[in-house]
């Protein structure tokens, strides 16, 4: 059973910085491909961050590309969200997932393409 476990959120001042963590257990982190969603409150699920298998393709959401950077190691089973300049609109509950399509050849985009979800982290930004 593949599980994900997200870890460091929390609260912090608007310009501020929080390094996000997901260790994958039950599976072969190797072999997916790795997304950052979020939700904030009365919003949906938006994409926010992707990596391929080998950490050398990178895919970012508009209104977080020069900010934030994903980044994995296949040794330890995690992948890392390093969050900078961060912004009230970056408040939410940030989610790992992790999908098989390609054999996580590719950087994956969309949600329905993943195959496997963490239970989220709280992130909030205070202005």
């Known amino acids: 059973q593949v599980q994900l476990v997200e870890s460091g959120g929390g609260l912090v001042q608007a310009g501020g910085s929080l390094r996000l963590s997901c260790a994958i257990s039950?599976?072969?982190?190797?072999?997916?491909?790795m997304g950052w969603f979020r939700q904030a409150p009365g919003k949906e699920r938006e994409f926010v961050a992707t990596?391929?298998?080998?950490?050398?393709?990178?895919s970012y959401a508009d209104s977080v590309k020069g900010r934030f950077t994903i980044s994995r190691d296949n040794a330890k089973n995690t992948v890392y969200l390093q969050m900078n300049s961060l912004k009230p609109e970056d408040t939410g509950v940030y989610y790992c997932?992790?999908?098989?399509?390609?054999?996580?050849?590719?950087?994956?985009?969309?949600?329905?393409?993943?195959?496997?979800w963490g239970q989220g982290t709280q992130v909030t930004v205070s202005s």
């Open positions: 997932a992790a999908s098989r399509y390609l054999s996580g050849l590719i950087v994956v985009v969309v949600s329905n393409n993943y195959d496997y």
């Open positions: 039950g599976g072969t982190f190797s072999s997916y491909a």
């Open positions: 990596i391929n298998w080998s950490g050398g393709s990178t």
